[in-house]
């Protein structure tokens, strides 16, 4: 048997809107399937999957490491929301609150400009138009093999529309990628 070549393709995961938008539907995207696709299809090497460290996903993380992945962790902020006030008299319904948010976007291009010179093709796992620019500098040096997004409904029309016909959505994929329990 002959050896494998290697594509040198990396997948760039953000893991908050591909783990937080199954969260909110009818069904969960096994990981290892998902990260077996990304190597057989897509001719992934290394699968990045970028996260908000918090306690309440341990268990997401040591899975994600186990089949493969490699997880970059951020340390979420602290933020101050606002009051949310009725329009009609002003009242507040509820009051201003401490959360935290990692804000995975830019810790996620930094790496792939990291990487530039290591990789010949990026997947992009996402639904978010924040990354709109990085897509179509990936373009322009035909360095983008595709965006991977999680959600057709829920999928920025900015990233639609910047990843010019090289995007693909998960959920078409849900009979080789569902988490079947049992």
């Not at 995207?29 to 001719?43: I, P």
């Not at 993380?61 to 979420?76: F, H, M, Q």
């Not at 902020?77 to 009609?88: G, L, Q, R, W």
């Not at 530039?116 to 992009?124: G, R």
């Amino acid at each position: 048997m002959g050896i494998m070549p290697r594509y040198n393709n990396y997948a760039y995961i953000d893991g908050a809107n591909l783990h937080y938008t199954y969260e909110n539907i009818d069904w969960k995207v096994d990981y290892e399937k998902l990260l077996v696709y990304l190597r057989k299809r897509l001719n992934v090497d290394i699968a990045y999957y970028f996260i908000g460290k918090t306690e309440s996903n341990e268990d997401l993380y040591t899975n994600l490491d186990s089949v493969g992945y490699t997880i970059r962790l951020k340390e979420p902020s602290p933020y101050i929301t606002a009051d949310d006030v009725c329009p009609n008299c002003n009242n507040i319904i509820r009051p201003a609150m401490q959360r935290y948010k990692a804000d995975i976007d830019s810790y996620l291009t930094m790496q792939v400009l990291i990487d530039w010179n290591d990789f010949n093709k990026a997947v992009l796992i996402t639904s978010d138009g924040d990354y709109d620019e990085l897509v179509k500098r990936l373009l322009k040096r035909d360095k983008l093999k595709m965006v991977f997004a999680p959600c057709k409904l829920g999928c920025s029309w900015l990233l639609k529309s910047s990843a010019r016909g090289r995007i693909s959505f998960i959920d078409d994929y849900r009979n080789e990628l569902e988490k079947v329990e049992g």
